[in-house]
């Protein structure tokens, strides 16, 4: 068993692969600070399923738009557009696991 620590405390978005040894997943921790975001994007050929550690985080999802805390599962469903934001006063934090591999991305609008 490998053992990974990646929550952080910074001001800017953290990304944090971990156990890079899986032959189909790819899991991610996703570090937010207090109103930071990642902009609409979509995985054409991934799906990705995300668990909120802490924190309040507002996920737009397709056409649906909702907040998700700590414990909730939220689910990203391959070539459907799709952003998250920390609403919240504090920094938030999600396990992101994506597949099958190799993940893909396409932005489709830029960061400010």
Do not use: C, W
Not at 31 to 36: D, Q
Not at 44 to 61: A, M, Q, R, Y
Request: glycine share 8%; charged share 30%.
């Amino acid at each position: 068993m490998h053992y990974a620590q990646k929550l952080s405390y910074g001001d800017k978005v953290d990304v944090n692969p971990f156990f890079g040894d899986y032959s189909s997943l790819s899991p991610y921790i996703y570090n937010l600070p207090v109103g930071e975001y990642v902009p609409l994007h979509k995985h054409p050929t991934t799906d990705e399923l995300f668990f909120i550690l802490k924190g309040k985080i507002k996920f737009k999802v397709g056409d649906k738009e909702f907040v998700a805390v700590k414990g909730d599962v939220v689910q990203g469903k391959m070539n459907i557009p799709h952003r998250f934001e920390n609403v919240g006063d504090e920094p938030a934090a999600f396990l992101s696991v994506k597949g099958p591999k190799p993940v893909d991305l396409l932005r489709l609008e830029k960061d400010e």
